[in-house]
Structure formats: structure tokens, C-alpha cells
């Protein structure tokens, strides 16, 4: 519902930072319609029975303030959970992008429950280090031990890179020993595959060790083809045959 309001540019309307005007206010108008629509987003936002309890409140400030102090819970328990999600969470069968997901999500919600300040003395930049730290060292903690050699040489690194660039380098680990898994896989592969070609296109031998005599086309006689065929095309001199053709 925040996050609606918020585009809406209609935030102020609940958090009190846009002030009713006087009746008299040439704003007053303006004002009201915004309220009005405040208010129907709202009701249509909860179940009828919680909308029926809401319907006569004036303004959407009202409104919200009731419905936080009817269901509003602490903290605490969902903080407790996330935290302890995140320190069991395990890469196992993921990837290492599925894996991340998973963390980012968890960070996220347990940033939305923290109390955040502002100042300009430096300190904020410390607790951003910090909490950055943190991120760096449940992602590293939840990988595989086939991952051992590239965790250390992060930790190694001063100082200690940002939650992206660290699963920038785990990734390329990652691709790099697709692209080995995959080069290896040809060369075992590769061989069977030629030696299935040649078993496969070997010609077919007969019992007595030759291949398969060939016909002529022309005088239907064997070991021989049409275009050695002396009936078409004449006997060699000295041929028993010619002998007989020309006596």
C-alpha cells in the first residue's frame, strides 16, 4: 500500500506531511478530492468487514492510524526467523545466481525492519561497510566446498569487496568450469564417436573374407561392370574369345 501511495505522490496524506488546510484555503478543495481518493483506495485495499469499521473516518490519516494500532505486531519474531533462514541458508543443489537470489531476498526484508538514520559525521558510512561485511560473509559461508579456493582468496582481499563484486567473481568461477566441464566431456566423448563411424561405414564382408561381387549391367555376368564389359566393347588382343570370333 506504501509503495502505491508513494507513486501516487499521495504519501503524505497518511504520514501527516501534507497538512489539512483551513476551510477557507483556496487548497481546501484539491485537498479533499486527494483525501476522498485516499480513502477509496484504502477501503477497497481491506476485507469488507475491516472497511465496513473504517467507513465513517474523515481522512485517510485517521484511517491508517487506526488500522496500524489494530494489527501492528513486533518485529522481533520475523527478524529472528530471517536471521536464522539466512544462517542455515546453503547453496546445495543451486546455482550460484539461484543461491544469491535467495540471500538478496532475505537482506532486503531484514533492511526493511531496521531503524535507519541519517547524519554527517561518517559514522553511516562505517555501518554501511559493516553491513555490506555481513552480506559478504553469509554468501561465502553458504557455498560449496568446491568453491574452498576462490572463498579464500576474497577473504584474502584489502579491503573487502562489495556484495556484487564478490558474486561477480563466484559466477565467473562458476562459467569457467562449465566451459572446462564441457571441453573434457568432447575429448572423451570424441573418440567413441569416431570409432562408431567407422564400424558403421566399414563395408560388409561375406563369410569367406571378400566383399560383395559386382553384376554387369549389359551380360548379367559377375566380376566385372558395364564399362569393362568385352561383349560391348571388344576383346583384348590375344583373348581365347577373339580367337574364336575371328577363325
Same mark, same amino acid.
Given at each position: +500500500? ?9 504519501? &503524505?496524506? !497518511?504520514?501527516? %506531511?501534507?497538512?489539512?488546510? *483551513? ?15 485516499? !480513502?477509496?483506495?484504502?477501503?477497497? %485495499? ?35 526467523? !530471517? ?8 547453496? $546445495? ?10 540471500? *538478496? !531476498?532475505?537482506?532486503?526484508?531484514? *533492511? ?9 559525521? $561518517? ?15 553469509? #554468501?561465502? +559461508? ?24 564478490? #558474486? ?13 566441464? &564441457? ?12 570409432? %562408431? ?9 561375406? =563369410?569367406?573374407? *571378400? $566383399?560383395? =561381387? ?6 548379367? #555376368? ?11 566393347? &571388344? ?7 577373339? =580367337?574364336?570370333?575371328?577363325?
Amino acid at each position: +500500500m506504501i509503495v502505491a501511495l508513494t507513486a501516487k505522490n499521495k504519501l &503524505g496524506f !497518511i504520514d501527516n %506531511s501534507i497538512d489539512q488546510p *483551513r476551510p477557507d484555503d483556496l487548497l481546501y478543495g484539491s485537498w479533499t478530492r486527494c483525501n476522498s481518493m485516499v !480513502i477509496s483506495w484504502i477501503l477497497n %485495499s481491506v476485507s469488507r468487514d475491516i472497511a465496513d469499521s473504517l467507513m465513517y473516518m474523515p481522512t485517510a490519516r485517521e484511517m491508517w492510524i487506526d488500522i496500524h494500532d489494530r494489527f501492528h505486531e513486533s518485529n522481533a519474531p520475523r527478524v529472528y526467523q !530471517i536471521k536464522k533462514m539466512l544462517n542455515a541458508l546453503q547453496q $546445495g543443489a543451486m546455482d550460484i545466481s539461484s543461491y544469491y537470489t535467495k540471500l *538478496r !531476498i532475505l537482506w532486503d526484508e531484514l *533492511r526493511d525492519y531496521q531503524p535507519t538514520s541519517v547524519c554527517n559525521c $561518517g559514522s553511516m558510512r562505517e555501518w554501511v561497510t559493516y553491513q555490506n561485511q555481513e552480506c559478504v560473509m553469509h #554468501f561465502l +559461508m553458504g557455498l560449496n566446498e568446491s568453491y574452498a579456493q576462490v572463498r579464500a582468496q576474497i577473504l584474502m582481499m584489502e579491503p573487502l569487496p562489495v556484495i556484487a563484486k564478490v #558474486f561477480a567473481l563466484v559466477v565467473q568461477e562458476e562459467r569457467q568450469r562449465s566451459i572446462h566441464h &564441457g571441453v573434457a566431456k568432447m575429448n572423451v566423448d570424441h573418440p567413441v564417436s569416431l570409432n %562408431s563411424v567407422n564400424f558403421t561405414t566399414a563395408p560388409k564382408v561375406s =563369410k569367406a573374407g *571378400r $566383399g560383395d =561381387k559386382v553384376v554387369c549391367s549389359h551380360c548379367h #555376368f559377375r566380376n566385372h561392370t558395364v564399362d569393362k564389359c568385352y561383349k560391348l566393347h &571388344g576383346y583384348p588382343p590375344g583373348h581365347p574369345k577373339l =580367337k574364336q570370333i575371328l577363325w
